[in-house]
């Protein structure tokens, strides 16, 4: 029960964002065109730094040695389903600007916003299992991001109808606001840990404290020096409300019926076929207990990023439809997570 609540707690504000929004729209208040913009600020600005924060804060990533089979294990499985889901959209989905989104939907999860905070409560008490979380976040954020631009680009054809070549997908993901903050994250990463190193400091209670357990600063926080990070922070907490709030903005109900193909095929693969799949496949390969299977289970088995909307959006892809895979993958989540995480702790790997 405990689980289930924490599953619809962390759902339900994803979902009550979204209908602020559509009643911001319904009411008028804003212009039409207000929504696009919204989106381009998410994309632009909060998303990049709310990825850059969600890297910068990982503590002990030494670790990403310790338990490298299971981080090589969530890279290869989201490459897999990246393909797995290319072959399906390539059948069953016949328009351009939907495959590329019907595609991310398939690999991409909410890993960063509903998948880390739900790890806390399925391995409360283990530091192993949140420190496993935390690592695998460093791999998989930027590895979705990435093939997440090759989705959205490799169905989208030019103004002389062709497509784009490897050069032209490179360069788009070195220009991509969200690969530039991963990035940009992992080197301020790298840096902090060196000075974590350096100095023998140790994190007590998620607390930084040096040998004597006085509590310490580093980096963009140090010698208390730390405005830089507050700023970060603030507005990191205002990029999935306020993308949240685009999308429904951006919202229609009138949209169902005409996608309703593209809705069901998204979603029951996004929610019901990749997580029982791959966390099979994981719980025969050895990764079947409490260290592995939070993480596991929060990489898989959550709703499609909220950041797949402004993203499609920005690449001249179809942002409706993304925008409904959220909403009903969101939705739908919360039933198909309670069950998966009821069987698991079943079966005894929670």
């Known amino acids: 029960m405990e689980s289930f609540l924490f599953t619809i707690n962390a759902v339900l504000p994803i979902i009550l964002c979204i209908v602020i929004g559509y009643g911001l729209k319904l009411l008028k208040i804003f212009p039409d065109s207000f929504w696009g913009t919204l989106n381009k600020l998410s994309f632009r600005l909060l998303l990049p730094l709310l990825l850059f924060k969600n890297i910068y804060d990982i503590k002990n990533i030494s670790d990403v040695g310790t338990y490298w089979p299971v981080l090589l294990f969530s890279a290869v499985a989201i490459i897999v389903l990246f393909f797995i889901g290319l072959l399906i959209v390539k059948l069953f989905i016949p328009e351009d600007k939907q495959k590329g989104v019907v595609l991310q939907c398939i690999f991409r999860s909410n890993y960063a916003i509903i998948g880390i905070g739900l790890i806390e409560l399925l391995a409360a008490g283990n530091e192993t299992a949140k420190g496993i979380g935390a690592i695998i976040s460093a791999v998989s954020i930027p590895l979705f991001n990435v093939l997440a631009i090759i989705s959205l680009s490799i169905f989208i054809k030019d103004e002389g109808g062709n497509r784009p070549s490897p050069k032209e997908i490179i360069i788009k993901i070195c220009k991509n606001p969200l690969i530039i903050a991963v990035l940009t994250g992992l080197v301020f990463l790298a840096i902090k840990s060196l000075i974590i190193y350096a100095n023998g400091f140790t994190y007590a209670n998620d607390v930084l404290v040096d040998s004597n357990g ?133 079966i005894g790997i929670l």
């Open 214 to 346: 006085n509590k310490q600063s580093v980096f963009l926080e140090y010698n208390g020096v730390s405005f830089l990070y507050t700023t970060i922070k603030w507005l990191a907490a205002c990029a999935s409300p306020i993308a949240l709030i685009a999308l429904g903005g951006g919202f229609k109900f009138s949209a169902i019926a005409r996608l309703k193909k593209q809705i069901i095929i998204g979603t029951s693969i996004r929610i019901v076929l990749v997580p029982v799949t791959v966390l099979i496949i994981a719980y025969f390969m050895g990764f079947n207990d409490i260290r592995y299977f939070p993480a596991l289970i929060c990489l898989f088995s959550t709703p499609v990023a909220v950041s797949s909307v402004p993203m499609a959006s920005e690449m001249n892809n179809d942002s409706e439809l993304a925008g409904q895979l959220v909403v009903w993958t969101t939705i739908l989540s919360s039933i198909t997570l309670f069950l998966i995480i009821f069987t698991c702790a079943q």
